[in-house]
């Protein structure tokens, strides 16, 4: 059973940075894609930045130059850098993780604020 665990939310200041973790428990967390949403309140969550199993990121066009997307396979986790936060960027980010033939797997998300 994989289970997801996001930590690293805050409240910062517009200009700021974060830096979430994903913390993957079960097996075989080098085979998923992992990935980054986000939803903030009254709207539809939307995709942030995806990785693949060789490392390969994508992301949201609007966020790439601020926002990337890793993962450390020895220490099972993924993590999302988040610089030069804007207020827009309040949302409640959640993580995911996808193989193949499996169903998809959400964590429980982490609450971010950006606000002066």
């Known amino acids: 059973q994989v289970q997801l665990v996001e930590s690293g939310g805050g409240l910062v200041q517009p200009g700021g940075s974060l830096r979430l973790s994903c913390a993957f428990s079960g097996s075989n967390f080098s085979r998923y894609v992992m990935g980054w949403y986000r939803q903030a309140p009254g709207k539809q969550r939307e995709m942030v930045a995806t990785?693949?199993?060789?490392?390969?990121?994508s992301y949201t066009d609007s966020l790439k130059d601020r926002f990337t997307i890793s993962r450390d396979n020895a220490k099972n986790t993924v993590y999302l850098q988040m610089n030069s936060l804007k207020p827009d960027d309040t949302a409640t980010y959640f993580c995911?993780?996808?193989?193949?033939?499996?169903?998809?797997?959400w964590g429980q998300g982490t609450q971010v604020t950006v606000s002066s």
């Open positions: 990785i693949t199993t060789g490392g390969t990121a």
């Open positions: 995911r993780g996808d193989r193949p033939g499996r169903i998809g797997t």
